[in-house]
């Protein structure tokens, strides 16, 4: 049996981390670890969160095609490699990627059995209030995630499934799901 790929996407704050951690502790899953150039957070692990290089790194992994996707966010650049992905999926494991909106456009392009999932938050107040709690930004850098926020829930329509994050279980069953659905 192969795996399926998930994709899921949303505006930062939403809580695509905590699914995400939350669903490692599933067996028939893969979360893939994606590179980064920018610098790791304090309670960031390298290996577990990110593979944190540098940017001559990245552009040569560029080079090699080794990214299934890859983008420029917020001043940094990501990307999921593409080897550990197909070797999770023709093993029958299900991979979910916790991407940006382009990548998730490019792996829509270069995937096109992956399924699109965008994560929104419960409501509006809930994710301004989730952004400004983090207390890792100053005021304008939060008026600009929530400028951000807006333009990614408008892209929620290009994606195949929208799940709400009232609870954590809710989306890692609705994405379990997804994934373990016969065809």
Do not use: C
Not at 64 to 78: D, M, Q, T, V
Not at 126 to 134: D, G, P, V
Not at 141 to 147: H, K, Q, V, Y
């Amino acid at each position: 049996m192969k795996g399926k790929l998930i994709v899921l996407s949303g505006p930062g704050g939403v809580g695509k981390s905590t699914i995400s951690k939350e669903l490692r502790k599933d067996d028939r899953f893969l979360v893939s670890v994606s590179y980064t150039t920018r610098k790791a957070r304090e309670n960031e692990i390298e290996g577990s969160d990110y593979h944190f290089i540098n940017e001559r790194e990245f552009d040569e992994l560029i080079v090699k095609n080794a990214f299934l996707e890859y983008a420029e966010f917020a001043g940094s650049k990501y990307g999921t490699p593409r080897n550990s992905v197909e070797s999770a999926l023709k093993s029958g494991k299900h991979v979910l990627l916790e991407i940006e909106i382009t990548g998730a456009r490019q792996v829509r392009e270069r995937f096109p059995g992956a399924i699109l999932v965008f994560l929104m938050p419960p409501s509006w107040a809930e994710l301004k209030a989730r952004i400004s709690a983090r207390g890792t930004d100053h005021p304008e850098r939060i008026a600009a995630r929530l400028e951000l926020a807006q333009t990614e829930m408008a892209a929620a329509v290009e994606f195949d499934h929208t799940l709400i994050n009232h609870r954590v279980d809710e989306v890692v069953n609705g994405l379990v799901a997804l994934a373990t659905a016969v065809e």
